[in-house]
């Protein structure tokens, strides 16, 4: 029989009083923990996401009803509706002065070449000037009026011609270029235009301010003042478009001058008197060199 009385080991001892210290513990409601890390993200519900999506984009401008009655109905209207008129007539003077300025249309170069090919064939008698006058007045063609104007002074020296051409040259390029200077001045107006708009919006935005009272009022000012900056933002675009327009024409402008020009002095050397004369030693001296019976006897 075992002795319940008998006192235990000191070994024995030691795992009993561990044991009644161990147990309240493991009976004991854990405390809660702090944990540090963040949570991990997890999908929102499609209500949380379609609100977000219907929210305004804050990074982004956007231009509703609201703001588009208020530039072209409010303080800005006048300048705003002037710069889409400005719009409008540069891009109708462009699409006007590309079609005008065409190689094509100013010197057809199939009715050139044979102008200046039955100019060179045989004797220029006044037959031949009115059946080339002829040709030219139903060409039409800028080209073809400086080469009525060179056969109406056919058998003059050539710098009397040219005299004569210069001052018919004038009232021909100035129909060459009548747009050219338009778009010009409209891509030195359309920033104007902007700027007036702006001043006027801002003052429109500053007006409105000073009647709000409460909070709200920096948004109001910021909101105001991005709306009246479209007016200059639509000035400066429509004169880059015009200003690089204006450049592109008046490069082409210039290149169809300088060709007319060329195409007309040739035109002068056949018909003038020293031209023509000039001609005829070239065709002397082109023959060959025969010596005669008395070179060949000396």
């Given at each position: 029989m075992l002795n319940w009385s008998a006192p235990l080991p000191a070994q024995h001892q030691s795992i009993a009083l561990f044991s009644a210290l161990a147990t309240p513990i493991w009976f004991q409601q854990p405390e809660p923990t702090i944990d540090l890390e963040p949570a991990p993200k997890t999908e929102a519900s499609p209500n949380v996401a379609s609100k977000k999506a219907a929210e305004p984009n804050p990074g982004g401008l956007t231009l509703g009803w609201k703001q588009m009655k208020?530039?072209?109905l409010g303080y800005s209207s006048v300048p705003m509706w002037t710069l889409v008129a400005c719009s409008v007539l540069t891009l109708m003077l462009v699409i006007e002065r590309l079609t005008a300025l065409q190689a094509r249309r100013v010197m057809p170069r199939a009715f050139v070449t044979r102008f200046l090919q039955r100019l060179r064939e045989g004797p220029l008698d006044s037959a031949k000037l009115n059946e080339l006058s002829e040709v030219c007045r139903e060409n039409g063609s800028p080209i073809s009026r400086f080469f009525t104007i060179v056969l109406e002074n056919a058998g003059r020296p050539s710098f009397?011609?040219?005299?004569?051409?210069?001052?018919?040259?004038?009232?021909?390029?100035?129909?060459?270029?009548?747009?050219?200077?338009?778009?010009?001045?409209?891509?030195?107006l359309a920033p104007l235009l902007g700027l007036f708009g702006t001043v006027l919006g801002?003052?429109?935005?500053?007006?409105?301010?000073?009647?709000?009272?409460?909070?709200?009022?920096?948004?109001?000012?910021?909101?105001?003042?991005?709306?009246?900056?479209?007016?200059?933002?639509?000035?400066?675009?429509v004169a880059i478009v015009a200003s690089a327009a204006y450049y592109y024409l008046l490069g082409r402008m210039d290149r169809l001058i300088q060709e007319m020009d060329v195409l007309t002095n040739q035109?002068?050397?056949?018909?003038?008197s020293d031209g023509r004369a000039r001609e005829g030693d070239k065709k002397v001296r082109r023959g060959p060199a025969t010596p005669n019976a008395e070179q060949k006897s000396a």
């Open positions: 208020e530039l072209f009397e011609i040219r005299v004569t051409i210069s001052d018919f040259a004038d009232s021909e390029l100035f129909h060459l270029r009548k747009n050219i200077r338009a778009i010009s001045g409209l891509a030195m801002m003052i429109s935005a500053f007006h409105a301010l000073s009647q709000q009272s409460g909070s709200g009022k920096t948004e109001l000012l910021a909101s105001g003042i991005s709306l009246a900056l479209i007016a200059t933002a639509s000035g400066l675009a035109a002068v050397a056949l018909v003038s």
